[in-house]
């Protein structure tokens, strides 16, 4: 007998523009009994075609992060998706190709144990990766990706991050678990010593002197590693899990729901849909458009009204 397939749950997501998004998935029961399984999906949504959405064959791995990448020596600008054992696959009209970080991973047969890969993002010209046992490398050519900080990597078997990001390449901040949290300029990283045990979970840069830092039991904290960081609002209860910058706000998301910093103070956003936002765990701002995707939900907002996707294959969130 065949076995029905179960709800979708969206893992990750990067929009390319204001109307096309790439969306890794994964079967929900497959999710609640391992959300790092080799079986990740990917599904597109282009509004100009006939067909808003396609897919692609289910994939024997787990994506972990898709980012937008922009080629440093043309303009031309594709989606990179990184999976958990640290293969980076590069998807756009011309490319189609995957690479892979040598040792990153857990279960791969090249990997030295560290643990699984959390993210990619292109700051400045290259891509740089980060993920458990203190990993972070950067691409300093094609098919050629190099730890960043080989002493980061030896004493960080304990140390899981979760984000990098950074303004330019001779500033990068990563954070991650109990509150870690370094930045790197021309010399080797440096502890911030944040004063906060909290996982951390995103960075947002919005420019060198101001640096956004979200986590878990609604820490925000804005500042940079010279004049350090302080909390930008009074911490609540909810755990923020991505931001994003958006028509002068900064919008934060959590797996109950989307809220927005004003004045001092995080608030709920009410998006004005039936039912509302109930999960809004990947933000993404393009194009002028803010991007919401849930593990379930997803929406865009253009500034003055939001319109709600329908995961295809799952019921309609009505």
Request: contains cysteine; hydrophobic residues 40%; aromatic residues 10%.
């Amino acid at each position: 007998m065949t076995r029905a397939a179960s709800p979708l749950m969206a893992t990750t997501a990067s929009a390319y523009s204001r109307t096309i998004l790439l969306v890794a998935t994964m079967e929900r029961r497959v999710f609640d009994a391992d959300p790092f399984a080799p079986e990740s999906k990917v599904v597109y949504f282009n509004e100009a075609a006939a067909q808003p959405w396609g897919k692609s064959n289910e994939v024997t791995t787990n994506i972990a992060s898709v980012t937008r990448y922009r080629y440093p020596d043309r303009d031309r600008q594709i989606q990179v998706a990184l999976c958990a054992e640290g293969h980076v696959g590069f998807f756009g009209k011309e490319e189609g190709f995957y690479e892979k970080i040598a040792g990153a991973g857990l279960h791969a047969e090249d990997a030295r144990g560290y643990g699984y890969m959390n993210m990619i993002r292109q700051i400045g010209a290259p891509l740089y990766a980060c993920g458990g046992g203190g990993q972070i490398y950067k691409r300093v050519a094609p098919g050629d990706w190099r730890s960043v900080d080989e002493a980061m990597l030896a004493a960080g078997r304990d140390l899981i991050f979760e984000d990098v990001n950074g303004p330019h390449e001779e500033s990068l901040y990563l954070v991650g678990q109990r509150g870690s949290a370094y930045w790197k300029g021309k010399g080797p990283f440096q502890d911030m010593g944040l004063p906060t045990s909290i996982w951390l979970n995103r960075i947002l840069v919005e420019d060198e002197k101001s640096v956004w830092i979200c986590g878990d039991k609604g820490t925000l904290l804005r500042g940079n590693h010279i004049d350090g960081f302080r909390e930008a609002a009074p911490a609540g209860g909810e755990t923020f899990l991505s931001m994003a910058q958006f028509e002068g706000r900064i919008y934060l998301a959590s797996a109950t729901g989307l809220y927005v910093l004003e004045r001092g103070r995080i608030s709920r956003v009410g998006a004005t849909l039936e039912p509302e936002l109930y999960d809004a765990h990947i933000l993404d701002a393009v194009d002028g458009v803010l991007w919401s995707i849930g593990y379930r939900d997803i929406a865009r907002f253009d500034g003055r009204a939001w319109q709600r996707l329908d995961l295809p294959g799952n019921p309609p969130i009505r």
